[in-house]
C-alpha cells in the first residue's frame, strides 16, 4: 500500500531508530557517493533481504513501518516491534507527536485494534481506518462484527446502534464533535454526537461530509435524484449537480455551485449558480452538451452529470467558488461563448474559454492569480491582468493545483498533457511540469507533482514528484533533483527553513535525506 505524501512544517528530527530483528539499523550514514551531491542521505534502517515491504508513516521523531517475512507481518516502532505477527496489517496511524502507534492486523477471527503494541479490540469482518481526536488521546473507528452489522467504535467500546454499513468517523476540529455516515433499511444517516443531523433523506453521500472550522455539520445530500447541502440542520435548495462547498476562513460564511440540466432544441444545457449562505444568486447559462438520444443516434451515450463534480464555468454556468483569506467570493461565470470571467467583489478578469486553476490569494489578499485557456493557450492571470501564455499543443486535463507564496510574490501551477485514458480518469499518469513564476520546469511522465512548499521568505520551494514513469519518486529542491526512491514521504522544511527534510526507500534502505537550501 503506498502512503500518500505528508507535508508538513517540523523544526524536529528523527532520532536513531534501534536494531531489531525485522530492520537492523545502523549510524548514520555519510553522504552516499552515488546521491547528488546537493541531497545527504542518512540510513535510518535497513529491511532483510526477503521482507515484503507494505508502508511506513512518520510523525515528530517517529517512524512505523509493516513488512513481511514467508507470508507474516510484522510492524515496528523505531525499530521496536509493536504486537505479534499477523496474517496481513492495515492503517498504520500515528499520534501527532509519534509516541503512540495505531494498527489492524488480521487474525484468523478478523481484524484486531493493536495499540502501542497491545491488542485492544476483538476480531472483526471489516474496519475503517482510525481517526485521532485532536488534543485528546481518545480514538474512534467504524467495525463490523459481521456483514450488515456496523457500529461506530470509540476507545475500543461500541458507542453506536448497529447500521448496514458505516463511513470513516471524522471529529470536528476542536475535538467537541463526533460523526459518522451510515446506511440501514435503504435509508442513509448522518450521526452526530450519538443522534441523527437533519431531516430524514434518500442518501448522503459518505465521501462528502465533515465540519466547518466552527464545528458546524456539513453534508452533501441527495432525494429523488436532486442534490444539495444539510448545513448544521438546515437543507438547501436542490439541483442536479453541485460543486464542493466552499467556506469562508472564520466558518462564517458557506458556498457552492448548483447547477440543473434543461433539454433545450435537442442539446442539454446548464442554468447554474452559486448558493452564498443558503441562497442562490445570479443564474448563467453553460454550454451544456448534446442531448442523450442525439448521441446515441450517433453511435455514442452521454449521460447527463450530477452529483457533487468539480464544475467547470464553460460547460456549466459558474465555477465552483473559493473564499479569499479576508472572507471575499470568488468564482468564475460564462457571460457567453468564450466569454468566461473570475470574478470577486465588484471585479472581474480578462475573458477566458475556460477557467483551469483554482483561484488564489496571497495571504494579505492584495494579490491574486489564476490559470486559464484562451485558444490554443494556457493564460496565466495575476491580480487581474492577463501575462505570461504557453501553447497547449495536446490534450490536457485540469490544472490540478495553484499556489502562491504567502507574501503573493511567487505563483506555481501544474501542467498536465494526457491522452484518452488520462482524459477519461482511467490513470493518473500524465505528461506533467510546474511552471514557476511563469517558467515551466522539466516534464515528467508521472502519476502526480505535489504542491509546492515555499520558505517564509519565498526564496526557495521544493515539491514531490510521484511515481515517475511509473516506478520511482524524487524531490525538486530549488530546481535541483534528489535520486530517485522507490517511494518518499514526510517532505517537509526544517523549522528555521535553513533545509528541506524528507524519508525515502531505497530497495533495502530507510532513508533519511537532507537538502541545505542557501
Not at 67 to 87: E, I, P, S
Not at 167 to 181: A, N, Q, T, V
Not at 269 to 286: F, H, I, N, S
Amino acid at each position: 500500500m503506498y502512503l500518500p505524501m505528508n507535508l508538513r512544517r517540523s523544526g524536529r528530527m528523527l532520532g536513531l531508530l534501534a536494531t531489531t530483528t525485522v530492520c537492523c539499523i545502523s549510524e548514520l550514514s555519510a553522504l552516499s557517493p552515488s546521491s547528488t551531491p546537493a541531497f545527504h542521505e542518512q540510513v535510518i534502517g535497513e529491511i532483510p533481504a526477503g521482507t515484503a515491504f507494505k508502508g511506513w508513516i512518520a510523525a515528530g521523531e517517529h517512524v512505523a513501518w509493516a513488512g513481511a517475512q514467508d507470508g507474516t507481518w510484522t510492524v515496528m516502532l523505531d525499530g521496536k516491534q509493536q504486537g505479534g505477527t499477523y496474517r496481513d496489517v492495515e492503517y498504520l496511524t500515528l499520534s501527532p507527536d509519534g509516541l503512540h502507534l495505531h494498527f489492524f492486523g488480521k487474525l484468523h477471527d478478523g481484524w484486531v485494534h493493536v495499540f502501542d503494541g497491545n491488542e485492544t479490540s476483538p476480531g472483526y469482518a471489516s474496519v475503517t481506518a482510525i481517526s485521532l481526536q485532536p488534543q485528546t488521546g481518545s480514538f474512534a473507528y467504524g467495525a463490523c462484527v459481521r456483514k450488515n452489522r456496523c457500529q461506530l467504535v470509540v476507545n475500543d467500546k461500541p458507542a453506536s446502534d448497529e447500521y448496514e454499513n458505516i463511513s470513516l468517523p471524522r471529529y470536528s476540529d476542536d475535538g467537541k464533535h463526533l460523526g459518522f455516515c451510515g446506511t440501514r433499511q435503504k435509508g442513509s444517516h448522518i450521526v452526530v454526537d450519538g443522534r441523527d443531523a437533519g431531516p430524514p433523506i434518500g442518501y448522503y453521500d459518505p465521501n462528502r461530509w465533515g465540519f466547518d472550522v466552527a464545528g458546524r455539520l456539513y453534508a452533501a445530500a441527495s432525494t429523488n435524484f436532486k442534490w444539495t447541502y444539510l448545513i448544521g440542520d438546515e437543507i438547501g435548495p436542490m439541483f442536479d449537480v453541485i460543486s464542493p462547498i466552499a467556506f469562508s476562513p472564520g466558518g462564517q460564511h458557506y458556498a457552492y455551485g448548483g447547477a440543473n440540466v434543461l433539454q433545450r432544441f435537442h442539446r442539454l444545457k446548464m442554468d447554474a449558480t452559486v448558493v452564498l449562505d443558503g441562497r442562490p444568486g445570479q443564474t448563467y447559462e453553460g454550454s451544456g452538451m448534446a442531448s442523450v438520444w442525439t448521441t446515441v443516434v450517433l453511435g455514442e451515450v452521454e449521460v447527463a452529470p450530477m452529483g457533487v463534480q468539480v464544475m467547470l464555468a464553460a460547460f456549466f454556468g459558474v465555477s465552483g467558488p473559493t473564499f479569499s483569506p479576508d472572507g471575499k467570493l470568488a468564482h468564475a461565470v460564462r457571460r457567453g461563448k468564450g466569454d468566461v470571467v473570475v470574478t470577486f467583489g465588484e471585479e472581474a478578469g480578462p475573458a477566458l474559454d475556460e477557467l483551469l486553476s483554482p483561484i488564489l490569494f496571497s495571504r494579505d489578499t492584495q494579490h491574486s492569480a489564476y490559470v486559464g485557456a484562451r485558444g490554443d493557450s494556457f493564460l496565466e492571470v495575476r491580480d487581474n491582468q492577463p501575462g505570461k501564455t504557453f501553447p497547449i499543443g495536446a490534450r490536457v486535463g485540469l490544472v490540478d493545483w495553484g499556489v502562491m507564496s504567502a507574501d503573493g510574490s511567487r505563483f506555481a501551477y501544474e501542467l498536465a498533457r494526457g491522452g484518452v485514458d488520462f482524459m477519461n480518469r482511467a490513470t493518473t499518469r500524465a505528461r506533467r511540469s510546474v511552471v514557476l513564476d511563469g517558467q515551466p520546469g522539466r516534464e515528467y511522465n508521472a502519476s502526480s507533482i505535489g504542491m509546492p512548499l515555499f520558505t517564509g521568505d519565498s526564496r526557495h520551494y521544493l515539491y514531490p514528484v510521484v511515481r515517475m514513469e511509473g516506478k520511482h519518486d524524487l524531490v525538486v529542491a530549488d530546481g535541483t533533483e534528489s535520486n530517485p526512491y522507490d517511494e518518499i514521504t514526510d517532505l517537509h522544511l526544517s523549522f528555521d527553513d535553513t533545509s528541506a527534510i524528507f524519508l525515502a526507500r531505497d530497495s533495502s534502505r530507510l532513508l533519511r535525506v537532507i537538502y541545505p537550501l542557501q
